[in-house]
């Protein structure tokens, strides 16, 4: 049952074998959405500072009259951390540099509450402090790569850190005395402070990689099916987007054979109004009914009680009679059946604003016997067009087919010979009644885009190109 549908949903194109890592699915980042990653990373990047570590830090200082004063600072800890300027650029060849600057206001302070510093000389007393951190810059390059199992990694690299000033003020304890060396001390704190940026940085960058390891290289689909959505090669990185080259090609469940066709190389048109673009090619479509053929998931037994109630004929051998004077005679008053199978994968074709499906199955017609014998009648081959429209639900792609056209020959009678064209309307109104909705009750039921964690896709365009359809959407990510 699943199948006659699956099939006709999805179907395959005879090309020309070609070699290569040719993409059945190519997926372009634009500008647009690199400056909602950047949001994103930002984001976690600040989160990260708040876990930073600052060494408990000490050392003396000669301090005039006085002499030499020794201090201790423990407990420093990240109490606030300021929204900074951020800026992401293409790095054509590697991927996307990333520079942070704060110029104004503190990026972060440290207070600890006592004991904050000890003034050992005096046999300590203690106090507390307040450190604000302005005039930060942070720059880095992440490269974006394909890991081996196919789904994009990142990391950080040609990372730099500065810190412009670091201000300690001291309160309680010998504060008064602290104040008048906190400028030494601000040069000492600067210095391990920027020696911790980078590799925070680094440990950021890396953090996003579990987001993206959850790239669904194997989609399941159903029993049957899964897409593999693997990169098929290293991102590629231009001056204006980061496109990726995805398999996009269904699979048996377990089983990965190839079909005797590859994909038609295309290429994206140059939008950039929305974040992300995929462009999922007729190989991809093609690829799915190769699968579900050869699953044997293409075929539909169609009984009476599949023709609605409203119809103007029953399923039986009185209705067919009318046509085939035969039947009536060698088999009064029985049921009948139709076993609708693909003859071979169907094939998609898109063309600009219109999917086309050709199907090519056999439609046997048997009479039920009263003890359920089912006795063949007649093999009919039925050629059928059919248009297919295409929407986006969730992170899905579902279907919707109308019937265009139907061409049936002869295959074998059980019965003598007969005029195929009688029979006509009648199949059209099977086709339209039982096989259609069926097969869209599981095209509705969608396929699985690429995706990674929790996106929702939002202000979504579906247009028909040559060869490919053109998803344009803005993503969200809800965690
Ligand atoms: C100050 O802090 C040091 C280090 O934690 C501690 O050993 C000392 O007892 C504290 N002194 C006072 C007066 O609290
Ligand atoms: C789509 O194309 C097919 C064949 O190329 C044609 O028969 C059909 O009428 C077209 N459908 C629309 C809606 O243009
Ligand atoms: C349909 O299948 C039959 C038998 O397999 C074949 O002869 C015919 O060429 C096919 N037609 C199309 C359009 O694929
Ligand atoms: C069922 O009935 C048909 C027609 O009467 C007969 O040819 C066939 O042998 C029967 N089958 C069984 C299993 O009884
Ligand atoms: C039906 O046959 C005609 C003539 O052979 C052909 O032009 C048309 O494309 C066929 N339609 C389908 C749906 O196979
Ligand atoms: C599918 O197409 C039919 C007409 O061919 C229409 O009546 C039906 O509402 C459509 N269903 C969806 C979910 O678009």
Redesign the pocket.
Same mark, same amino acid.
């Given at each position: 049952m699943l199948s006659l549908c699956c099939i006709m949903a999805l179907l395959a194109l005879s090309c020309p074998e070609t070699s290569g890592n040719t993409a059945g699915v190519k997926v372009k980042l634009t500008q647009k959405g690199l400056e909602y990653g950047r949001q994103i990373g930002v984001t976690t990047l600040l989160d990260q500072f708040k876990t930073i570590k600052v060494p408990d830090f000490s050392g003396s200082e000669e301090v005039s009259p006085i002499g030499k004063v020794s201090y201790s600072l423990t407990g420093i800890k990240v109490i606030n951390v300021g929204l900074p300027q951020s800026e992401v650029a293409l790095v054509p060849g590697t991927g996307v540099s990333l520079t942070i600057t704060e110029k104004h206001a503190n990026i972060f302070c440290a207070n600890s509450k006592s004991p904050a510093y000890s003034y050992i000389k005096d046999e300590g007393e203690n106090g507390s402090f307040d450190l604000a951190v302005s005039e930060l810059s942070i720059s880095t390059t992440v490269t974006i790569q394909s890991d081996d199992t196919g789904r994009p990694v990142v990391s950080s690299a040609n990372c730099a850190a500065s810190v412009g000033q670091t201000s300690i003020t001291f309160h309680g304890g010998a504060s008064w005395l602290y104040n008048l060396f906190s400028s030494y001390i601000d040069d000492a704190l600067r210095s391990v402070l920027q020696r911790k940026i980078c590799p925070l940085v680094s440990e950021a960058i890396d953090k996003m990689n579990p987001y993206l390891k959850t790239l669904n290289v194997l989609a399941k689909v159903d029993q049957y099916a899964e897409i593999d959505y693997s990169m098929v090669e290293s991102p590629v990185i231009s001056t204006s987007s980061i496109d990726l080259s995805l398999k996009g090609e269904f699979y048996n469940i377990g089983e990965h054979k190839e079909p005797p066709f590859a994909p038609t190389p295309f290429s994206l048109p140059p939008d950039e109004s929305n974040m992300l673009y995929m462009g999922i090619s007729a190989f991809t479509a093609n690829s799915a009914g190769f699968v579900y053929n050869n699953a044997g998931a293409l075929s539909l037994r169609i009984t009476d009680d599949m023709i609605p109630s409203s119809s103007p004929f029953r399923l039986n051998t009185k209705t067919f009679g009318t046509f085939i004077p035969q039947i009536a005679k060698q088999y009064p008053d029985l049921m009948m059946e139709l076993l609708v199978k693909a003859a071979t994968a169907p094939t998609v074709?898109f063309?600009p &604003? &219109?999917i086309?499906l050709q199907a090519n199955a056999t439609v046997t017609a048997y009479a039920i016997q009263p003890n359920t014998t089912l006795t063949p009648l007649f093999i009919l081959n039925v050629d059928a %067009?059919v %248009?297919c429209q295409i929407y986006v639900t969730g992170v899905k792609v579902a279907g919707n087919l109308t019937l &265009?056209?139907v061409n049936m020959t002869l295959g074998t009678s059980y019965v003598g010979p007969f005029e195929v064209k009688s029979l006509d309307s009648i199949f059209q109104m099977v086709l339209k009644a039982a096989v259609i909705p069926e097969v869209n009750a599981l095209l509705q039921q969608g396929f699985p885009l690429p995706a990674i964690g929790e996106m929702n896709l939002v202000n979504t365009q579906l247009v028909i190109m040559k060869d490919y359809l053109l998803i344009g959407t803005d993503v969200q990510f809800t965690a």
């Open positions: 074709m063309t &604003n &219109n086309t %067009s %248009s &265009n056209a």
